[in-house]
């Protein structure tokens, strides 16, 4: 069988395919697993069994109890659409947020909504304005809508730097800001973040990416959406709730910025076992804290060995922290999957950095193993 074209992501000339090539990328969603995999020697997403794999953010405790029982429940009824399911989680989700049931948009992941997103609100007139270094899934969706990329570094202390934004581009469609950030794993501030809502174009609006945000303290944006803010706000179950191969996410919006988003990418059927795991988790009332502590845990023993062992990295409060590597990244990296750990990609504004997510304790420990061979060797 063969596997999805990863390669075509690294290759400079994607952004001058051909028109029939053009055509098929037009609507392409470009997730985070398609650019970790890009990134590695050979594109592919195929390793021994026993790899420790920090390269994508994923979460390796994988779905809840919870979660996994649902989804063995639902499967014998998974012969039909259940569009009612998905219609509950909505609601739940809605609640647990607290918007109405119009305020959410549930899709297939928070990719899908982040493209569509970009797709609805930039154009050659109306420009993209995203960190640097930050995520790039956005950044293809803006190239196929045509509009200018505004990439602005991210402040001293790796936040999103909004006046600078602002300034940048006075024609902006879309202002993007990814809480925490990926790849930094840093928080940007909500006053600064209002700071942006307040002052921006008119007819722009600000996309607050919250994929990573319950690993951290930081106060969601969602309150800028109850305020009839123009502001769209991303969430995904594929993080802290570690069901990334299931897909589940949401657009949280007033109902008149959820509709545009949906001409580019409407309403599709979901998955009915991501829509039961999804339910359950929300369901489970200890299931965040507890998700939360354990990474806080092992990042916290991570970052104390970096310590000791004399190793600088972006302090970060998300499941994932760029580590200097001292040389061109690239080069660590594969000598690290020699050892069998496959570390995460490299930012071009950060050359030497690259990008390790916080596994478990035991995968941190191969990683420290492999860590020390590759720097010592
Ligand atoms: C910043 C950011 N936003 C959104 C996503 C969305 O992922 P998914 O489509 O799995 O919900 C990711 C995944 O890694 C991400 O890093």
Not at 325 to 334: L, Y
Request: proline letters at 7%.
């Amino acid at each position: 069988m063969s596997l999805p074209p990863f390669s075509f992501l690294s290759r400079r000339s994607f952004l001058q395919a051909s028109t029939a090539a053009s055509a098929a990328l037009a609507l392409r969603v470009v997730t985070e697993p398609m650019l970790a995999y890009a990134a590695l020697p050979d594109h592919s997403p195929s390793h021994p069994k026993d790899a420790v794999l920090i390269n994508a953010n994923e979460n390796p405790l994988g779905p809840s109890a919870a979660a996994r029982e649902a989804i063995t429940a639902v499967t014998p009824q998974s012969g039909r659409y259940l569009r009612e399911l998905a219609d509950e989680l909505s609601t739940l989700f809605a609640q647990s947020v607290g918007v109405t049931g119009e305020q959410v948009s549930i899709f297939a992941g928070s990719t899908e909504p982040l493209t569509f997103t970009v797709r609805a609100f930039c154009s050659p007139h109306a420009s993209y304005v995203t960190a640097d270094p930050g995520f790039e899934g956005g950044l293809f969706a803006a190239d196929r809508a045509g509009a200018r990329v505004v990439r602005v570094p991210l402040t001293k202390t790796y936040a999103h730097d909004v006046k600078a934004m602002l300034a940048a581009a006075p024609d902006a469609g879309v202002f993007y800001i990814c809480q925490p950030n990926n790849p930094t794993g840093t928080l940007t501030s909500p006053s600064d973040i209002e700071y942006l809502v307040e002052n921006k174009p008119k007819n722009s609006i600000v996309l607050v990416d919250e994929a990573y945000i319950h690993f951290s303290d930081a106060p969601s944006a969602i309150e800028l959406v109850k305020a009839g803010k123009d502001v769209i706000v991303l969430r995904t179950f594929s993080k802290i709730y570690g069901m990334a191969g299931l897909r589940c996410g949401f657009a949280i919006a007033r109902p008149e910025l959820l509709d545009k988003l949906h001409n580019y990418g409407g309403y599709n059927f979901m998955p009915v076992t991501a829509v039961a795991a999804a339910s359950a988790s929300l369901k489970d009332p200890q299931l965040l804290a507890d998700r939360k502590r354990t990474n806080t845990q092992v990042r916290a023993e991570t970052f104390a060995w970096l310590d000791r062992n004399g190793y600088s990295y972006v302090p970060s409060v998300a499941n994932f922290f760029l580590l200097d590597t001292k040389h061109p990244a690239k080069e660590v990296i594969a000598a690290m999957a020699q050892q069998n750990v496959i570390i995460g990609r490299v930012w071009p504004a950060m050359p030497t950095y690259s990008r390790i997510t916080v596994g478990t304790g035991a995968e941190m420990e191969q990683f420290q193993m492999a860590w020390q061979k590759v720097m010592k060797g």
